[in-house]
């Protein structure tokens, strides 16, 4: 079990550039998130979904898109990259959404805009 | 308002004694959890424990124990005996119940508290 993966490990991408973060999980979980972490802070919601084809907005959804097709791949999309969105990036996933659900965390993406 | 307060920025402790992280937290949601997860300087986040709003006793996991305080809204993270490896950023996390009327799904995440463990 890989548990959650992301790819990315490291990007710099310039200011008005896209790019897809990749977020895969291997443990058949139905919910997944996408979560930023700005320097010295928490993580914050961008987006979250509930199962293939359903997906939601967090606290922080602007400048980004999510698609789920499948039940393994939640990924995030970044359109016309700002300097504000120079951030650590961690996807998680959840079995569900009790409140004792764990929610396991990939390694992070780190993203500088320049 | 914030709804997860940790108010001790950075701590620096000694090798082997006891450290007390403070979590303190706002819901009206009579059901909610509570999560720790430490997060090493090579950045992944580790699950560390969990306190559930109905569980009627402190949650432990090894070293770890949390203080869970509930009408004062507080849940401390206690770690016995602390090692070098304990020194990270930790934060504490609260999950709500989605059937309340509760926003978004997700956790919601502390700014954290930098713990660094002498020698």
């Known amino acids: 079990n890989a548990g959650v993966t992301q790819t990315p490990k490291f990007r710099i991408l310039k200011i008005g550039q896209s790019m897809t973060l990749q977020c895969t999980q291997d443990?058949?979980?139905?919910?997944m998130y996408w979560y930023r972490q700005d320097p010295g802070m928490g993580l914050k919601l961008i987006y979250y979904s509930v199962g293939a084809g359903i997906t939601d907005k967090g606290e922080v959804p602007n400048g980004y898109n999510v698609s789920r097709s499948t039940t393994e791949d939640f990924p995030l999309r970044l359109e016309l990259a700002a300097p504000s969105q120079t951030s650590v990036y961690f996807c998680a996933s959840s079995l569900g959404d009790r409140v004792f659900d764990e929610q396991f965390f990939g390694p992070g993406t780190r993203l500088t805009v320049l | 308002a914030q709804k997860i307060t940790q108010t001790q920025p950075g701590m620096f402790v000694q090798e082997k004694e006891a450290v007390t992280l403070d979590c303190t937290y706002d819901?009206?949601?009579?059901?909610?959890?509570l999560f720790w997860y430490k997060q090493p300087s090579s950045g992944e986040m580790i699950f560390l424990i969990y306190?559930?709003?109905?569980?009627?006793q402190n949650a432990t996991e090894g070293r770890y124990s949390l203080n869970f305080q509930k009408a004062r809204k507080s849940a401390n993270l206690v770690i016995s005996a602390s090692q070098l490896g304990d020194s990270a950023m930790y934060f504490c996390a609260m999950r709500e119940s989605m059937y309340s009327g509760g926003g978004a799904d997700g956790l919601t995440f502390g700014k954290g508290t930098h713990l660094i463990i002498q020698p």
């Open positions: 306190q559930g709003s109905y569980d009627q």
């Open positions: 819901t009206s949601d009579p059901s909610y959890g």
């Open positions: 443990m058949n979980h139905n919910y």
